[in-house]
Nanobody, 124 residues
Framework: QVQLVESGGGLVQAGGSLRLSCTAS????????MGWFRQAPGKEREFVAC????????KYADSVKGRFTISRDNAKNTVYLQMNSLKPEDTAVYYC?????????????????WGQGTQVTVSS
């Protein structure tokens, strides 16, 4: 069992930056593919970014490419999402997810474990 806890959300003005963190319990974090998803009010949960277990491969949604960066520190059991040039449309609850399968990483069903979410609000 893996437990994921997100932090770092908050209120920021458009054009600003935030860094989200997700810390995992357990000893096998380095074996997990990790992802970030988000869900805005009235919308479905959508893929944001994912990263391979060794951090060597990343993938981003087109809507955040060039603005967001996913990274991980396996020694700290933590995955990060650096968000720059934030826009009001980035406002959502951001969720961290972990999975071992390595497939469908841009889909919710590609992950086995989820955090509780952290709110990001971008004001115009």
């Amino acid at each position: 069992q893996v437990q994921l806890v997100e932090s770092g959300g908050g209120l920021v003005q458009a054009g600003g930056s935030l860094r989200l963190s997700c810390t995992a319990s357990g000893r096998t974090f380095s074996r997990y593919y990790m992802g970030w998803f988000r869900q805005a009010p009235g919308k479905e949960r959508e893929f944001v970014a994912c990263i391979s277990p060794n951090g060597g491969t990343t993938k981003y949604a087109d809507s955040v490419k060039g603005r967001f960066t996913i990274s991980r520190d396996n020694a700290k059991n933590t995955v990060y999402l650096q968000m720059n040039s934030l826009k009001p449309e980035d406002t959502a609850v951001y969720y961290c997810a972990g999975g071992r399968g390595g497939v469908a990483l841009d889909k919710s069903y590609g992950y086995n474990y989820w955090g509780q979410g952290t709110q990001v609000t971008v004001s115009s």
